[in-house]
C-alpha cells in the first residue's frame, strides 16, 4: 500500500505540534528550490549557502505568524527573497543603478526603432542547456541586473512562478512585474545576443 506523502499544510501542523521530523520533511522538499533561487540572484555558492540557512531559520521562528493566505510555498519564496536581497545589499561592490540600466534599456529601445535588429536567440538562454561557459556569461549578466529587475527575471524565467505569484512574493503589482521582466529581458538580450550568436555560428 502507497503512503501517502504529507501536505505543506500538514507538515506546518505537525511543527506547530513539536515534529522536528515534519520540518525535516519541508526543508528536504525545499532546500535546492532555495539554494537555486539564491545562486541565481547571488552568483556565489557560499552566499547562497547563507541565504538557505537564514532562509529556512526565518521560517521556523516565523511560522506562528504565517496564516495561510497565500500558499506555503510563496511565503517561503519571500523569505528566501529577501534574505538574498539583503544579501545583495549589504555587498560592497558597487551595483548598476536603476537609472544606469534604464539608460542601457532605452538605448536599445532607440537603436530598435531606428532600425537596429538584435539578434535572436535560438531559445531561451535562461531555460535552454546551457554549457559551462554560458552559464557563466548568463549568471555574470544577471548579477549586473538592478535588484528588483533581478528578482523578477530569476523568479518568474528561471523558476518559472506565474507573474501573479512573483507579484505577491515581491509586493509589486502584476503589470508591474510584466514591465520589469520586459526591461529585464530586453537588458539581457541585447547584452548576451553577441555572445549567443557566436556560440549558433560556431556550432
Keep these: 500500500m502507497k503512503l501517502s506523502v504529507p501536505t505543506d499544510e500538514e507538515l506546518i ?24 533561487l539564491a545562486y541565481r540572484m547571488l552568483a556565489s555558492r ?14 521556523i521562528r516565523g511560522l506562528d505568524k504565517f496564516r495561510g493566505t497565500s500558499s506555503f510555498s510563496t511565503w ?6 529577501n534574505a538574498a536581497l539583503t544579501k545583495i545589499r549589504k555587498r560592497s561592490r558597487r551595483e548598476k543603478s536603476e537609472s544606469e540600466f534604464l539608460d542601457d534599456v532605452y538605448a536599445v529601445k532607440r537603436a530598435a526603432r531606428a ?12 531555460t535552454r542547456a546551457l554549457d559551462d561557459e554560458a552559464r557563466r556569461q548568463m549568471g555574470e549578466a544577471i548579477n549586473e ?18 507573474a501573479a505569484e512573483v507579484a505577491e ?3 509589486l503589482s502584476v503589470p508591474a512585474v510584466k514591465s520589469r521582466l520586459h526591461r529585464a529581458r530586453l537588458y539581457l538580450r541585447n547584452r548576451l545576443s553577441g555572445y549567443f550568436t557566436e556560440e549558433i555560428e560556431g556550432i
Excluded at 513539536?18 to 539554494?35: K, M, W
Excluded at 557560499?46 to 521560517?59: I, M, R, W
Excluded at 517561503?76 to 527573497?81: D, E, F, N, Q
Design 13 to 36: 501542523t505537525q511543527i506547530r505540534e513539536g515534529d522536528r521530523t515534519a520540518f525535516e520533511q519541508l526543508v528536504s522538499r525545499y532546500e535546492d528550490r532555495v539554494y537555486n
Design 46 to 59: 557560499q552566499d547562497a549557502e547563507d541565504v538557505l540557512q537564514d532562509t529556512f531559520l526565518n521560517v
Design 76 to 81: 517561503l519564496y519571500r523569505i528566501a527573497t
Design 115 to 126: 532600425g537596429a535588429v538584435l539578434p535572436d536567440w535560438s531559445a531561451n538562454p535562461a
Design 145 to 162: 541586473l538592478p535588484k528588483i529587475y533581478r528578482a523578477v527575471f530569476v523568479l518568474r524565467d528561471v523558476e518559472g512562478l506565474p
Design 169 to 171: 512574493v515581491l509586493g
